[in-house]
Nanobody, 117 residues
Framework: QVQLVESGGGLVQAGGSLSLSCAASVTGFSINRMGWYRQAPGKQRELVADITSGGSTNYADSLKDRFTISRDSGKNTVYLKMNSLKPEDTAVYYC???????????WGQGTQVTVSS
């Protein structure tokens, strides 16, 4: 059972920055794809960004100018740097990991990000 441990959420004022990190309990190989989703109250979970083991990135169009995803493939750790945060970025942010041969994606427990106006 793959475990994902997230850290870095919290409260920040609009215009500020936060960084999230997520470490997978996997050693010996680099997970194909890791990334972040978020879910705001009353809304569906949506993709924020993800990144392959080779470093190819994919962003939600509305976030690519403010958010940056990166990873340490050797440690199976993924990071999300969020700049110029807005109140509408308030959500629970979930880390996920997907690899060929896995029946389903692995998910973290979620970390709350709250942006005050």
């Amino acid at each position: 059972q793959v475990q994902l441990v997230e850290s870095g959420g919290g409260l920040v004022q609009a215009g500020g920055s936060l960084s999230l990190s997520c470490a997978a309990s996997v050693t010996g190989f680099s997970i194909n794809r890791m990334g972040w989703y978020r879910q705001a109250p009353g809304k569906q979970r949506e993709l924020v960004a993800d990144i392959t083991s080779g470093g190819s990135t994919n962003y939600a169009d509305s976030l690519k100018d403010r958010f940056t995803i990166s990873r340490d493939s050797g440690k199976n750790t993924v990071y999300l740097k969020m700049n110029s945060l807005k109140p509408e970025d308030t959500a629970v942010y979930y880390c996920y990991a997907r690899n060929s041969g896995w029946l389903r994606a692995a998910w973290g427990q979620g970390t709350q990000v709250t942006v005050s106006s």
